[in-house]
Nanobody, 127 residues
């Protein structure tokens, strides 16, 4: 099993920044792709960004491209999501996820491609 614990959420004004962290523990060697998803009230969970532990090119949803950056610290088995120029529409619960396989650009967006999920961290952007 793999455990994922997110942190770093909070309340920020529009235009501000937050950095989310996701610490992975357990059988992390069995995971290859890491992703961030978000879910706003009344909406479906949606893809935000993904990357592999091996440092492959990251992949972003169009809505966050140029504002968010996903990265990893392999030594600490931690995934980060740096969020800049935040907008009220970025308000959501953000979830970290991990897949037991390498995902491609064609499959990284797929919710059901991921095997492990964190409990989520709330991000609220005020206007």
């Amino acid at each position: 099993q793999v455990q994922l614990v997110e942190s770093g959420g909070g309340l920020v004004q529009a235009g501000g920044s937050l950095r989310l962290s996701c610490a992975a523990s357990g059988r992390t060697f069995s995971t290859y792709t890491l992703g961030w998803f978000r879910q706003a009230p009344g909406k479906e969970r949606e893809f935000v960004a993904a990357i592999t532990w091996s440092g492959g090119a990251p992949y972003y949803a169009d809505s966050v491209k140029g504002r968010f950056t996903i990265s990893t610290d392999n030594a600490k088995k931690t995934v980060f999501l740096q969020m800049n120029s935040l907008k009220p529409e970025d308000t959501a619960v953000y979830y970290c996820s991990a897949a037991r396989k390498f995902l491609t650009m064609a499959t990284m967006r797929g919710l059901y491609q991921y095997d492990y999920w964190g409990q989520g961290t709330q991000v609220t952007v005020s206007s």
